[in-house]
């Protein structure tokens, strides 16, 4: 079995049933990562330059083609020139200005029909009014997110692409912190339950197209 697979044991995570206050024994002290504020934007950027290096496979034949270009997946954008400009009849808000550097995988076709990728970087600027909370000894940080995906774009010469592609940016203002929370105390582990046979694709087997949430109820 496993948390959700022929379990009735009550220490378990899941939809709520009953009065939720039952079986709360403690209050458990988890530091975590507090999200204070989050904004985010979704821009069309055109006539973005885009200088590739780092081609893979090496020394690609001109002129290239051009694909498409995505934000490289397990890379952070890069934030600097971070300016906290707090609002004088408002000091619990600021105006957040920065310079965010999103580093990009192109995908091109040679001239020779091969078909590879080159990384290069797009920089935007950005500046959002947000709730921040007075310094304390807790900094608080900036954290951002970005996606960028581009299908247009043409060969502009010393490998250089120039595109059009949708850029979205989600800024948070965040601090580590501890959080007191009430607690059922500890899950009850259940054993694994072993792997069905006989469907080729068991994981697809009468799977939905979007998650869903049984109960979304809030305590």
């Known amino acids: 079995m496993s948390f959700y697979i022929n379990n009735t044991?009550?220490?378990r995570p899941g939809p709520m049933t009953g009065n939720p206050v039952n079986g709360i024994c403690e209050k458990v002290l988890i530091e975590t990562t507090k999200v204070f504020d989050a904004c985010v934007t979704q821009t069309t950027e055109t006539g973005v330059i885009l200088p590739l290096s780092g081609f893979n496979p090496a020394?690609?034949?001109l002129p290239l083609t051009y694909i498409s270009a995505v934000n490289q997946l397990g890379s952070e954008p890069t934030v600097t020139d971070l300016v906290i400009d707090r609002i004088d009849n408002s000091p619990n808000y600021a105006n957040v200005s920065m310079t965010i550097t999103v580093p990009i995988t192109v995908t091109y076709r040679d001239a020779n029909g091969v078909i590879g990728t080159a990384t290069s970087s797009i920089t935007v600027q950005k500046c959002s009014m947000l709730f921040v909370p007075q310094p304390s000894l807790s900094p608080v940080d900036i954290k951002?997110?970005?996606?960028f995906s581009s299908q247009i774009g043409t060969f502009t010469g010393d490998n250089t692409f120039t595109v059009t592609g949708c850029l979205q940016i989600v800024v948070?203002?965040?601090a580590v912190v501890d959080i007191l929370v009430p607690s059922y105390g500890y899950p009850v582990l259940p054993p694994c339950q072993s792997c069905q046979t006989g469907s080729v694709c068991p994981a697809l087997d009468n799977l939905p197209l979007y998650p869903t949430a049984a109960n979304t109820t809030r305590i």
């Open 9 to 11: 044991n009550p220490n």
């Open 59 to 61: 020394n690609p034949a």
């Open 144 to 147: 951002v997110n970005a996606v």
């Open 172 to 174: 948070k203002v965040t």
